[in-house]
């Protein structure tokens, strides 16, 4: 009974492409964060978003854009994938201004 | 900009013995930190948190030390078990923006 999923876990595309990366949470959190695990193993935020705000981290490109369709999910879409784009990805959720966060399993995205 | 630093990338420890991980900040507005713990293929699991107006918080073999002044704090595992053989995350909350992360530290416990 996964708490936070994400899909798919793996995802190799070309260069140029647009894929997105599914996530939810079933723990009835109103808050749902995208982090990056880089290279250098870095995990940086990218975006946090409950239902009134989406804050982005400014030094996200407008390429990478997230889609809540209700409040258990929060997709990642990536316009025009770059090689720089290969890293983890990883979801994550908390109740509120709780600072605990439950994170998914993690995408490991591969562009060629 | 590196504002939580782990600067062992890993540590290796007997089991039975104390394994301590050490993280620095140098953010002086950090007033709360957490611990993670990530195996491999999965997401970071919360570990253990402390408070800035503590210096010391227990959870069984965990016990996380701050030293506000020096920007330091430590996570301590005794007796370390194989189990915990893992790459743990020190983080904390940069105002309304969510956890900024340290690169982490390898630990293997070796039986």
């Known amino acids: 009974d996964t708490a936070v999923s994400q899909t798919p876990k793996y995802l190799v595309t070309q260069m140029g492409n647009d894929k997105s990366i599914k996530c939810e949470q079933n723990l009835g959190h109103d808050t749902m964060y995208w982090y990056k695990q880089d290279s250098k193993k870095f995990l940086k935020i990218m975006f946090s978003?409950?239902?009134?705000?989406?804050?982005i981290n400014e030094t996200v490109p407008n390429r990478f854009s997230p889609k809540s369709p209700d409040k258990a999910h929060l997709n990642l879409h990536i316009n025009s994938l770059e090689l720089g784009d290969s890293a983890v990805y990883f979801c994550a959720s908390s109740q509120g201004s709780d600072n605990e966060q439950f994170f998914g399993p993690g995408t490991r995205l591969t562009v060629l | 900009d590196q504002q939580v630093k782990q600067n062992s990338p890993s540590l290796s420890v007997q089991e039975g013995r104390i394994s301590i991980l050490n993280c620095d900040y140098t953010?002086?507005?950090?007033?709360?930190f957490l611990w993670y713990k990530k195996y491999p293929a999965e997401g970071p699991t919360f570990l253990i948190s402390?408070?800035?107006?503590?210096d010391k918080n227990e959870d069984g073999r965990f016990t996380v030390f701050l030293n506000k002044s020096a920007k330091h704090l430590s996570l301590h595992i005794v007796p370390s078990q194989p189990g915990d053989s893992a790459v743990y995350f020190c983080?904390?909350?940069?105002?309304?923006?969510?956890?900024?992360f340290g690169k982490g530290t390898r630990l293997s416990v070796i039986a």
């Open positions: 953010n002086s507005m950090f007033d709360y």
């Open positions: 983080a904390a909350p940069r105002g309304n923006t969510p956890l900024v």
């Open positions: 978003y409950n239902n009134k705000e989406l804050i």
């Open positions: 402390i408070s800035s107006i503590k």
